[in-house]
């Protein structure tokens, strides 16, 4: 008896759990449950695409090939997260900054008091690194989707030194 009735209750609870399973997943036709990625809470779904890591490392170069020299590559594959290092080789304090804007790259406003890029009024920037002491590197990722950016240093005077580069993710 007392077998018959703890049978019914694990038969109960089981359908329970299912109804409950069901309820909770999506509406897509292709149902299907994974257990190493469900969880009793889940986060926000978000609209932007997963991307993979890349397989390669960004390495930016500041001030290796001269005082305000800004060194990568020209472009870079994209459609996945990029890694990259940077390291500042001058004797100078520099720092990096990723910005997506449809302003020219010599045309960048300038706060006229600090003498560095208006970052707010010239785009969105992606990314600013810590300013960099002579052989100071810095590691982050970030993701990219394809088009023109432009890296500069935003130290006093720096962008008008040159200190600028247009960059493409392809």
Known sequence: MEVKMFLKIKVSLLSFLTLLLIGCSSSSDDASVSSSTSSATSAPVSTEAVLEPCTETLNVELANDGPYAITTPDSFQGNCEINFTVKNYAALVH??????????????????????????AAGELLYSSKDLEQDETETGTLKLEAGEYILFCNIAGHYQLGMIKTFTIN
Do not use: I, K
């Open 95 to 120: 720092n990096f900054q990723v910005l997506q804007t449809d302003l020219a790259v010599d045309a960048l406003p300038l706060n006229e008091e600090t003498a560095m890029v208006d970052v707010e």
